[in-house]
């Protein structure tokens, strides 16, 4: 097609357009709709459980109430109780087949017998006292020794009092089992053996306290 210019000039030719080309349609990715998630503040998420850390002491403060305090402090009155009246004490050990302890006093051998025993106890007391409340005191950087220490101690202590409740429980004879006729230091015996003798086995099996053998590898690792 030709076009005229109207100042009668030579006429222009048309401008050449390209050729229609086949264009392939553009896939366009479908929109995804926005997700309606509720966002959860960061203090409202649930923390990780941590693990608990390992005991750090061999001896806790349960520990040391019993071993250090309390076991002193019943060492020291059966002392002074046998000071003060030792064939009471004597007595007191075990029933008497006639029903009744006789009246004569004591012998000398028998008194300072009793005497030394009293003395015994009383230092077994000051023994646990000094001991633990240094291995408490000195030793707590050092759990592993400090473990050493306290069961160097407590270790003949379980023995004796296996020992003790045990000969006391021989001596009651027959009258073992017959509770009414039992002597009121009998019963302090037994129910204060029984007392010190479940926190000792506690403390073997490692029950509220530091174990080298489980917690020193638990305490390496981190």
């Not at 349609?25 to 923390?47: C, D, G, I």
């Not at 000195?138 to 379980?158: D, G, S």
Request: glycine share 6%.
């Amino acid at each position: 097609m030709t076009h005229y210019s109207p100042w009668g000039q030579r006429p222009a030719p048309a401008a050449q357009l390209p050729p229609h080309r086949c264009l392939a349609p553009v896939e366009h990715a479908p929109v995804q709709p926005p997700s309606h998630r509720t966002l959860v503040p960061a203090h409202h998420l649930p923390m990780p459980r941590s693990r608990p850390s390992p005991p750090t002491t061999a001896l806790p403060w349960f520990y040391w109430v019993i071993f250090g305090l309390y076991e002193p402090l019943l060492a020291m009155c059966g002392f002074l109780g046998a000071m003060v009246d030792p064939k009471k004490a004597h007595d007191a050990q075990a029933p008497w087949p006639s029903g009744g302890a006789p009246e004569a006093p004591l012998s000398k051998a028998t008194q300072v017998t009793m005497l030394q025993l009293a003395h015994v106890v009383g230092l077994l007391g000051l023994i646990n006292f000094f001991v633990l409340g240094a291995a408490r005191k000195y030793l707590f950087a050092h759990p592993a020794l400090q473990e050493k220490i306290v069961c160097a101690l407590l270790t003949p202590l379980l023995i004796a009092d296996i020992v003790h409740l045990t000969i006391t429980w021989w001596a009651l004879g027959d009258s073992r089992w017959s509770f009414w006729e039992w002597s009121g230091l009998l019963w302090i015996t037994f129910l204060t053996g029984f007392s010190l003798l479940v926190p000792r086995i506690a403390w073997h099996m490692g029950i509220g306290r530091y174990v080298d053998r489980r917690d020193g590898q638990a305490s390496r690792k981190i």
